[in-house]
Each structure stands twice: as C-alpha cells, then as structure tokens.
Nanobody, 124 residues
Framework: QVQLVESGGGSVQTGGSLRLSCAVS????????MRWFRQAPGKEREGVAA???????KYAESVKGRFTISMDNAKNILYLQMSSLKPEDTAMYYC??????????????????WGQGTQVTVSS
C-alpha cells in the first residue's frame, strides 16, 4: 500500500509562486509514474504534470513553462514548483501514483493511489 500526503498549498496573488510537496510512504521505487492533478470547482479533474522513474517529465499545455515537477528519491517526496500563477490555476491539487513502466503523461495511466489534496488559490 502506498500513502500520499500533499502540503504546500495556499493563497497567492497573480504572478506569485508556490511549491507543493507530496510525501510518499510505502514507496515502490522500481516501477512508477508520479503525477499532479488539479480540480477546480465545477470542472473535471485534469492532469497537469507527470514524471516517470527515469525522470522524464511531461506537462499539460496550460502549465508548460510555468510548472516544474520533480522527485527527490532520497527523501521520497514529489514536488510541483509553480510560478507565474494565474487565477485559472486556482484548484485543489492532488498527487497520484501509478504502477507503470516507461514514459507516462499527465493524462495517463490511471493512478493506483491518490493523496487527499491541497488547495491553491490565486487572486487577481
């Protein structure tokens, strides 16, 4: 069993930055795809960034160039560095893990494990 616990959300103004963290326990290092999702009120959950076990990253077009996903394998922590934040980035952000071999993307594969979420609010 894998447990994921997010932290680092908060309220910022347009153009600000935040770094989200996701602590991973019961960790499986050999096979994974780690991702960040977000869900705004009244909208579907969307994948925003993914990183596989070879460190390859992919991003949704809406966040490309502004968000950076990374994994500290020594500390078992997944990060999402967010900069140049916009009001449309306001959402609940979730980290997720999938048992997977090879490249992955914000939209696939379906996660096996989810965190509880952390709220990000960007005001204009």
């Amino acid at each position: 069993q894998v447990q994921l616990v997010e932290s680092g959300g908060g309220s910022v103004q347009t153009g600000g930055s935040l770094r989200l963290s996701c602590a991973v326990s019961g960790y499986f290092r050999e096979i994974y795809c780690m991702r960040w999702f977000r869900q705004a009120p009244g909208k579907e959950r969307e994948g925003v960034a993914a990183i596989d076990n070879d460190g390859r990253t992919k991003y949704a077009e809406s966040v490309k160039g502004r968000f950076t996903i990374s994994m500290d394998n020594a500390k078992n922590i997944l990060y999402l560095q967010m900069s140049s934040l916009k009001p449309e980035d306001t959402a609940m952000y979730y980290c997720a893990a999938a048992k997977w071999i090879g490249p992955c993307a914000p939209g696939w594969p379906s996660p096996n494990y989810w965190g509880q979420g952390t709220q990000v609010t960007v005001s204009s």
